[in-house]
């Protein structure tokens, strides 16, 4: 099964990190976080991977046409005298990545029909955000999609607090304090999405179709979509506090992505 991740929006820039890169490059640890989420789905043995690009499309290119120099410290002879020494091992990951244009004004649903042709016949494809990452089970995901036979599934998730929540007594007394709380109100989609080939029929051939709006909210209506709740780890970089968060959950050696 061929994993979509949208890499192509302009979205929001987070000031003094990604002035000049697209969000999904924004690094983590050094890596940018598009690595992180293919990563993350390839532990799970999915490796076949279709990038909807756009928005400074030529960096992510770069990246995956250089993956060796980007990912490892080379030693390079200037006379070409020697071949180029790489010294590291991520050289021995064995992922096979369609790079797509699908456009640089283009919204999510548009990007999704404009890499219908890569499918081939594949009858299911998981589709997901460049910007975000989590511990879902995806072996429970994929079960879970097959299962009910719906054309969507969406995992759901509780959003993170951004701001610290203060517990306190009747006094006034502060008796808990977390830093970075989730919610305890309804869940809200945290991509991770399976879909069966039959959502294509919902995309028309509008730039402008955002695949959150019309295109769910008629599967919804038409009763084809399900969500499979996580309440784990999830994780989205819309600030900088979130990307100083997860680079400081990388940099401790506890990131929840990072399959042990």
Not at 79 to 98: A, F, M, Q
Not at 214 to 231: A, F, R, T
Not at 234 to 253: H, K, S, V
Request: charged fraction near 25%; hydrophobic fraction near 35%.
């Amino acid at each position: 099964m061929k994993t979509v991740i949208l890499c192509g929006g302009q979205g929001t820039r987070i000031r003094d990190v990604a002035d000049n890169i697209p969000k999904p490059m924004i690094p983590i640890g050094g890596i940018p976080i598009l690595w992180h989420i293919m990563k993350y789905y390839s532990d799970w043995s999915y490796k076949d991977f279709i990038l909807c690009l756009g928005y400074k499309s030529n960096v992510i290119k770069d990246f995956f046409l250089n993956y060796s120099s980007h990912t490892n410290d080379f030693t390079i002879s200037l006379n070409n005298s020697e071949p180029i020494k790489y010294h590291g091992t991520s050289t021995n990951i064995d992922w096979n990545v369609t790079l797509a244009e699908t456009g640089l004004n283009s919204m999510t649903g548009a990007r999704v029909r404009k890499i219908k042709k890569y499918l081939c016949d594949d009858e299911n494809f998981m589709l997901t955000y460049g910007d975000g990452l989590g511990d879902i089970n995806i072996k429970e995901l994929v079960n879970f999609h097959n299962s009910h036979g719906k054309i969507l599934t969406v995992t759901g998730v509780r959003p993170p607090g951004r701001f610290g929540e203060l517990v306190c007594n009747d006094s006034g007394l502060a008796t808990e304090f977390n830093e970075k709380p989730q919610t305890t109100g309804g869940l809200i989609s945290g991509g991770f999405f399976v879909c069966k080939r039959e959502i294509f029929d919902y995309l028309d051939k509008n730039d402008d179709l955002v695949f959150e709006k019309e295109p769910i909210k008629s599967l919804v209506k038409e009763n084809q979509m399900m969500v499979y709740e996580h309440k784990n780890f999830w994780q989205p970089m819309d600030t900088y506090r979130e990307y100083i968060l997860l680079n400081d959950y990388f940099a401790q050696g506890n990131a929840p992505w990072i399959l042990k």
